[in-house]
């Protein structure tokens, strides 16, 4: 089966055949067997069904929202405020170098 623009599984009455859910199985290159693909048949679809009814949905009237509640920002201010002194943080450090923490080097770059 190939995706046609015009196509729209909002409008589709007939179920999935294994053909088309063996086309999907290799675009996601997934290995299914014979049995999995009439259990997956059937779930996807479960789940087209499931999208179509949200699909018919009245929506006319609801304003587009990024979100289901107002979200507002959650974070607190950026205030600069007392710590630990350096040498007390790099005395609990297994390794420090130059008032640093010393870490084993991951990636090979040349200087």
Known sequence: MEFH???STLS?????TRQEVAHL???????????????FAGQLDAVLEAVATVGQADVGD???TTHAVPMTNVMRPD???P??????VLAGAPAA???RFRVPRILQEEA
């Not at 589709?12 to 999935?16: A, M, Q, T």
């Not at 290799?26 to 049995?35: G, K, M, Q, S, W």
Request: proline fraction near 13%; aromatic fraction near 0%; hydrophobic fraction near 40%.
């Open 79 to 81: 205030v600069a405020r």
């Open 25 to 39: 199985a290799r675009l996601a290159r997934l290995a299914v067997t014979d049995e999995e693909l009439d259990l």
């Open 97 to 99: 170098e130059e008032d």
């Open 83 to 88: 710590s630990l002194p350096r040498d007390v």
């Open 5 to 7: 623009p015009s196509m």
């Open 12 to 16: 589709r009455k007939d179920p999935l």
């Open 62 to 64: 609801v304003p587009p």
